[in-house]
C-alpha cells in the first residue's frame, strides 16, 4: 500500500468523492487519490470545503484532517470516533501502577534522548548528551536545553535564541511546530486505531483540551521532524514555511527505517511503536516498548 498526505495550498479547493478516489477540485486543476491510500489531510488554505461524502469516506478510512491558520499554524484535526474499544487496556490504563509508568517513561524519554544525540552527531557539532545517556543522568529540561542550543548553532546568524511552541514567531521554530503537528496527528491516528485512550497519559497530566497520552508518545519521535527541517534547510536556505510544508508529506512517508533487515515505511513503524506501547499496558511490562530510533534510518 502507498501513503499519501494530502496539502490543500490552493485557496477555495473543493474536495469530493468519485469511484473510490478523493478528488481535489482547483480553478485550474483537478487531482485524484484512492481514499484507501490516505493518511491524512493538511488544509493550509482559506475557502477549502469538504462534501459530505468525502469527510465520511476519509474519516471511515481513519484518515486524519488537520486543520491550519492563515500563517500555516496547525489549530486543529478532525478525527474519526474510535473503532476499537480495549477493554482491558482501558482498564490498565485507568488503573497505571506509578512504578510502571515511571519505567515504561524512562524508556521513552531514554529513547528521545538518544535520538537527539544521534541528530547531533548527525550535524557535526559538540554531544555531551552521549555522557549523559552513559552515566544515565536522564534529565529532560537540562537535555533539552543543551540540544536547543546545539541543533539552533547550525542555522547561522538568523537562528532562534531558544524553542518557542505556542505562537513561534521565528521561522524555524514555526517550521518544527507544522512538522511536531504532522507527526502527532498521525500518531494521534494509531493510539485511536489501537484502543488506548489519549487523555489518560503515562507522564504528561491531564489540561483542558489536552492529549497527555500523545504528547508522552510524540517525544521520541520529535528527532525525527528535527532532522527533516535541518536537511531542508541546508539544502534551501533561502526557503521559508511555505515551501517546507510542500516536502513534509514526502520526507514523512518517505523515511524508511531498517529493522532487522527489513525496511520499514515511518507510518508502519509508528504503528509498530504505539502497538508496542499498547502492549506493555496490556502485559503490565515495560520491557515490551519499541522505540523508533534515527540510527535505523535506511538512506
Given amino acids: 500500500m502507498s501513503y499519501h498526505l494530502i496539502h490543500i495550498l490552493q485557496h477555495h479547493s473543493y474536495l469530493s468523492v468519485d469511484r473510490g478516489c478523493l478528488v481535489l477540485k482547483t480553478k485550474e486543476t483537478e487531482k ?3 481514499i484507501n491510500d490516505i493518511l491524512g489531510v493538511i488544509v493550509a488554505a482559506r475557502g477549502v470545503s469538504f462534501s459530505g461524502e468525502s469527510l465520511s469516506a476519509l474519516l471511515k478510512n481513519k484518515a486524519v484532517i488537520v486543520h491550519c491558520d492563515e500563517n ?14 480495549h477493554s482491558q487496556i482501558f482498564e490498565k490504563q485507568v488503573e497505571k ?3 510502571f509508568c515511571f519505567a515504561l517513561w524512562q ?3 531514554r529513547g528521545k534522548i538518544e535520538n537527539q544525540s544521534k541528530v547531533l552527531d548527525i550535524l557535526g557539532t559538540e554531544n555531551k548528551l552521549k555522557e549523559y545517556l552513559f552515566e544515565n543522568n536522564l534529565d529532560e529540561g537540562n537535555c533539552a536545553r543543551y540540544y536547543w542550543k546545539k541543533y539552533f548553532s547550525k542555522f547561522g546568524r538568523n ?3 531558544e524553542r518557542e511552541r505556542q505562537g513561534a514567531e521565528h521561522p524555524v521554530n514555526q517550521m518544527l511546530n507544522y512538522a511536531y503537528a504532522v507527526m502527532g496527528a498521525f500518531c494521534h491516528r494509531e493510539i485511536i486505531a489501537h484502543g488506548l485512550n489519549p487523555s489518560l497519559g503515562i507522564h504528561h497530566k491531564y489540561r483542558f483540551k489536552s492529549d ?5 508518545l510524540m517525544e521520541p519521535l520529535r528527532p525525527f521532524c528535527d532532522l527533516i527541517l535541518f536537511n531542508f534547510k541546508k539544502e534551501n536556505p533561502k526557503k521559508d514555511i511555505k515551501e517546507f510544508i510542500k516536502v513534509v508529506a514526502e520526507n514523512f512517508t518517505g523515511l524508511t527505517l531498517k529493522i532487522l533487515n527489513k525496511k520499514i515505511k515511518m507510518p508502519k513503524i509508528i504503528d509498530r511503536y504505539v502497538s508496542s506501547v499498547a502492549d506493555c499496558f496490556y502485559s503490565s511490562f515495560p520491557g515490551a516498548l519499541y522505540i523508533p530510533k534515527i540510527e535505523e534510518i535506511y538512506d
Fill in 32 to 34: 485524484r487519490a484512492p
Fill in 107 to 109: 524508556k521513552i524519554i
Fill in 97 to 99: 501502577d506509578w512504578k
Fill in 159 to 161: 537562528k532562534p535564541k
Fill in 72 to 85: 500555516y499554524r496547525p489549530i486543529g484535526k478532525t478525527m474519526g470516533l474510535s473503532g476499537i474499544v
Fill in 212 to 216: 497527555p497520552l500523545l504528547y508522552d
